[in-house]
């Protein structure tokens, strides 16, 4: 078994998944993958238990019922932790993240010493975006600077969703006391890291749109992620 692990989670993924599946067991580094798929009706889990012919170090847990981006990542994240893995990826199946800055987001934590690391798309103000419409483009750049601006984190993307987490952040947070379930999460997850004192890296990606499937981006998603910081801020979130 290898030390990381990859977690992917899917709804109705089948146009990519074997695609970044294979994409990320190419790279040099020895990751382990998990696809946390929610009962996706197109039959996205029956391509993974297909491949997992191919690859030992495939796994999938498949939920009853799509319940949002943040409990997948929490179900992959309590899953790690009990297998033992010292380093827990967080990654998009759409290839909006490139499989091949997995190996800068690991070296971040396990050669540079960061607690966890984020692949961020506004490292320094500069913004690495590609086929965005500007309304999406212009949302999302503010929405991090709004962050920043209410809850005083010093990180650049802190919706970003190319993450790796030692494990020893995950187990200092009580992910049953998460509250969010979309942007707002992975703004959580970061704010609580902050908290505690762990060490961060931002490691500068090109973000890439979709080419295949649907975005799953809904306004709901978006006022969470706008009052869920002013939440956070009032109330400490002591999770």
């Known amino acids: 078994m290898s030390k990381t692990l990859v977690i992917i989670p899917t709804y109705n993924e089948k146009e990519n998944i074997e695609a970044i599946i294979r994409a990320v067991f190419s790279q040099e580094n020895n990751f ?11 039959g996205t889990a029956d391509i993974v238990y297909k491949l997992q012919s ?50 800068k987001l690991y070296n971040a934590c396990a050669l540079d010493g960061a607690d966890y690391s984020i692949g961020s798309r506004y490292v320094n103000n500069k913004i690495n975006v590609v086929q965005w419409d500007f309304k999406r483009l212009f949302l999302s750049y503010f929405a991090s600077k709004y962050v920043r601006i209410i809850t005083g984190i010093p990180i650049y993307d802190t919706t970003a969703g190319f993450v790796c987490y030692h494990r020893k952040v995950l187990e200092s947070i009580n992910l049953d006391k998460i509250e969010f379930v979309g942007y707002a999460f992975q703004i959580e997850m970061k704010f609580n890291a902050w908290k505690r004192g762990f060490k961060h890296k931002e490691v500068s990606i090109i973000f890439t749109d979709r080419k295949r499937g649907t975005s799953k981006m809904s306004s709901s998603i978006i006022s969470e992620a706008i009052f869920g910081v002013i939440k956070m801020k009032l109330k400490g979130l002591q999770t």
């Open 54 to 103: 191919e690859f030992s170090n495939l796994f999938i847990e498949v939920r009853k019922e799509k319940n949002g981006l943040g409990t997948a990542y929490i179900h992959g994240f309590k899953w790690a932790l009990a297998k033992g893995y010292e380093y827990i990826m967080e990654m998009d199946a759409d290839f909006s993240h490139n499989p091949d800055d997995l190996i």
């Open 32 to 42: 382990d993958v998990l696809i946390v798929d929610d009962s996706s009706p197109d």
